[in-house]
């Protein structure tokens, strides 16, 4: 069984760990990266902890500032948060981890007034599309990519 709580500088490198093993983007972040996610944004940076202390997941996010008024009103939004980084070690997947860190990081972003949440997901990931598609996300767009011949 797993509980969530807020991360700690004791969890980092657990956090890395999990971090540099299961996160899909294309580069994978280093140590100082998620000691800079966190001291950016400690108050939404959840981690999951097993009963045995280890921890099996996590999330961070962050408040988006200095978005154009004009951007906002057409998103019909006040403040925007962005789910930065989430990972669940393998073996807690489809447990119901990633449910439960995504809905605490929403909760604190809703206490905090922030109205309107965005997130990137690589495509191939299926299991976090239709988990974010649960939770009420949207497809708004498409980020592409196409490799140019290199000399």
Known sequence: MFRLRPCTPKDLVEVWQIAAKYTSFDAKPTAADIEGLYLRNPEFFFVAQEDDGRIVGFITGYERKGVPENVLR??????????????????????????????????????????????????????????????????????????????
């Not at 057409?74 to 860190?101: E, K, P």
């Not at 299991?127 to 000399?151: H, I, S, W």
């Open 74 to 151: 057409t998103w019909n939004a006040a403040r925007v948060g962005y789910v930065d980084l989430m990972a669940v070690d393998v073996s807690y997947r489809r447990r119901g981890v990633g449910t439960a860190l995504l809905n605490s990081l929403l909760e604190n972003f809703s206490r905090e007034g922030i109205d309107l949440v965005l997130l990137d997901v690589p495509v191939e990931q299926d299991a976090a599309v239709k988990l974010y598609k649960r939770q009420g996300f949207d497809v708004r767009g498409y980020n592409m990519k196409k490799y140019l011949k290199r000399n």
